[in-house]
């Protein structure tokens, strides 16, 4: 093989490496079908133990729980996405820059 035959095959195999790490980046952000299941099995998994402990729900206790329990969740996805943003916004600016 020659030097352009060798060249053209390292220019080629960086863009695939780039190409890979790309779609790996855009594979790994989140989604709202995500968000959405994990909503839905918390509140079946909820529902599950209603069913196993019915006395569960005659506890006051247990609707001050419940109440932090979707806070949390809330504020965990709140700053999930804006950390999220934050890496696109990075990685467009280092992407222009490139």
């Known amino acids: ?3 352009n035959g060798v060249e053209a095959q390292i220019k080629l195999d960086k863009l695939n490496k780039k190409l890979a790490l790309e779609n790996e980046f855009k594979n790994l952000r989140p989604s709202l079908r995500g968000s959405v299941l994990r909503l839905l099995s918390t509140i079946i998994s ?3 133990v209603v069913w196993l402990f019915p006395e569960v729900i005659d506890q006051p206790v247990s609707y001050v729980l419940l109440l932090l329990i979707f806070g949390t969740s ?8 804006r950390i999220n943003k934050r890496m696109d916004t990075l990685y467009r ?6």
């Open 46 to 48: 909820l529902f599950f």
């Open 93 to 98: 600016l280092l992407k222009n820059d490139a």
């Open 74 to 81: 809330a504020e965990i996805f709140h700053e999930s996405r």
């Open 1 to 3: 093989m020659n030097e």
